[in-house]
Nanobody, 125 residues
Framework: QVQLVESGGALVQAGGSLRLSCVAS????????MGWFRQAPGKAREFVAA????????YYTDSVKGRFTISRDNAKNTVYLQMNSLKPEDTAVYSC??????????????????WGQGTQVTVSS
């Protein structure tokens, strides 16, 4: 069982930056691929970024490439999402998720077994 707690969401102006954090419980965090998803009001959940359990492998949806960076610190059981050059269309509840141990990272929510409660990001124009 993995429990995830996100933090770092806030109200920010367009062009600004935020760093989201997701702290995981458990001693085997390093063996899980991790993902960030977001959901805006009235819209479906959307994949944002993922990082494999192996060092160095990351994956982004096209709309955030070059602006967002996902990273992890296994010593702290934490995955981060650095968000730069934020746009109003980035406004959403952002959630982190843990996939299946030793599995390949994926953009599909169905490949993730554990979810955090989410943190609100609001970007004003």
């Amino acid at each position: 069982q993995v429990q995830l707690v996100e933090s770092g969401g806030a109200l920010v102006q367009a062009g600004g930056s935020l760093r989201l954090s997701c702290v995981a419980s458990g001693r085997t965090f390093s063996s899980y691929p991790m993902g960030w998803f977001r959901q805006a009001p009235g819209k479906a959940r959307e994949f944002v970024a993922a990082i494999s359990w192996r060092p160095g492998n990351t994956y982004y949806t096209d709309s955030v490439k070059g602006r967002f960076t996902i990273s992890r610190d296994n010593a702290k059981n934490t995955v981060y999402l650095q968000m730069n050059s934020l746009k109003p269309e980035d406004t959403a509840v952002y959630s982190c998720a843990a996939g299946r141990q030793f599995s390949y990272y994926s953009p599909s929510p169905g490949q993730y077994d554990y979810w955090g409660q989410g943190t609100q990001v609001t970007v004003s124009s």
